[in-house]
């Protein structure tokens, strides 16, 4: 799939959880429990389509302009539109119908439901993978501006690169967080260890960070 930023890009909106349907064997992106996005897969796994939600005389002007957007693949085809994860759709115009879609889905509520939706998402998304509540650190504001808002390119991780433990939990394993994984605390943890902690201070860390996970 050319669009290899998709996943990443969903999940940095405000309320998006994934998950994978096995019945219809596609990865659903969904904001309050309702899907706004979709990656379905063929046999071998791999992307078929790429679903979303536009108004219907959209989605009917781009089938028009592209040929690589098409009527939703086993959806309502007024208001679904499918495109292909391989075709010459513009990285830019899928980002753009991508928030539409999220935004169209996300409309649908109420504005009470809305603001709860969001209002719990700035809870959610201030605690790290590893289970460290961000806003509590000195360092987020200012040097730092989050573990989820900087993709766990953290001021203390390599320059460039993820936190080790960001890198394992979500850019490889594709969990949500590390709450996920039944190896909790791990090796990367233990590596990872804040070094103005003392030993004592650092299993205490540890153990509050993983009763937040759970």
Request: with cysteine; hydrophobic share 30%.
């Amino acid at each position: 799939m050319r669009y290899e930023w998709i996943d990443e890009y969903l999940l940095s909106k405000a309320g998006v959880t994934k998950d994978l349907q096995a019945d219809w064997n596609w990865i659903r992106y969904q904001i309050g429990g309702k899907m706004f996005a979709a990656v379905c897969l063929s046999g071998n796994n791999e992307p078929k389509y790429i679903t979303l939600k536009l108004e219907p005389a959209e989605g009917e002007f781009l089938r028009s302009q592209y040929e690589d957007i098409i009527p939703g693949y086993y959806m309502n085809k007024v208001h679904w539109n499918s495109v292909n994860p391989d075709g010459a759709v513009p990285d830019d115009l899928l980002k753009d119908l991508l928030d539409k879609s999220y935004k169209l889905v996300l409309g649908g509520f109420s504005k009470k439901k809305q603001q709860e939706i969001l209002s719990n998402t700035v809870a959610v998304n201030t605690l790290s993978c590893c289970g460290t509540e961000c806003s509590t650190c000195k360092c987020y504001g200012n040097m730092c501006k989050g573990c989820n808002e900087s993709l766990g390119k953290v001021f203390h991780a390599p320059e460039g690169q993820a936190c080790p433990i960001y890198e394992c939990s979500i850019n490889q394993k594709k969990y949500k967080g590390c709450g996920a994984c039944d190896s909790v605390p791990c090796d990367i943890w233990r590596k990872t260890k804040d070094p103005s902690y003392s030993d004592e201070e650092f299993e205490k860390s540890i153990e509050e960070r993983v009763s937040r996970l759970r």
